[in-house]
């Protein structure tokens, strides 16, 4: 339980710096019910994940990599195939150009929890 209050603070407040409150508040709902659990499914250590939500920092880290494929599985923005769901409601911050670049620039990543990652470090960087 710590963790996730631990978590819910820092992501708010790291956001709130960077992003306008309505895609503050899309990235809070998609997210935060799956932190948790995607913390325990991948074996992400807690502290990279920290650093990844803060500072948007992509170390080269298996454990990381899967904890971002369960996350962007678990909010449905990929299919669990690594396929990206251009259906489900994106952040109006988030062109659906800039989505299908990095898609494209993945398409061919065989390894579910690299394409995630890939889409992921495109996507925000």
Same mark, same amino acid.
């Given at each position: 339980?710590?963790?996730?209050? #631990?978590?819910? #603070?820092? #992501?708010?407040?790291? &956001? ?18 799956f932190?948790?659990?995607?913390? /325990? ?8 994940v ?19 494929? /369960? ?7 990929? &299919?669990?195939?690594?396929? #990206?769901? &251009?259906?489900?409601r ?21 390894d579910? /929890?690299?394409?995630?990652y890939?889409?992921?470090? /495109?996507?925000?960087?």
């Open positions: 339980m710590k963790l996730i209050v #631990v978590i819910l #603070v820092v #992501v708010s407040g790291s &956001y709130a710096q960077t992003m306008s409150p309505s895609a503050e508040k899309w990235f809070e709902d998609k997210v935060h019910p932190l948790s659990k995607c913390i /325990c499914a991948s074996g992400a250590d807690e502290a990279v920290l650093e990844w939500l803060n500072s948007q920092k992509f170390p080269n880290n298996a454990c990381l990599k899967c904890f971002i494929k /369960c996350i962007l599985i678990s909010s449905d923005l990929i &299919y669990g195939d690594g396929t #990206v769901n &251009y259906l489900t994106r952040s109006p911050e988030i062109s659906i150009v800039r989505i299908k670049s990095c898609d494209n620039q993945t398409v061919y990543e065989t579910l /929890c690299q394409r995630a890939d889409i992921d470090k /495109c996507i925000r960087m």
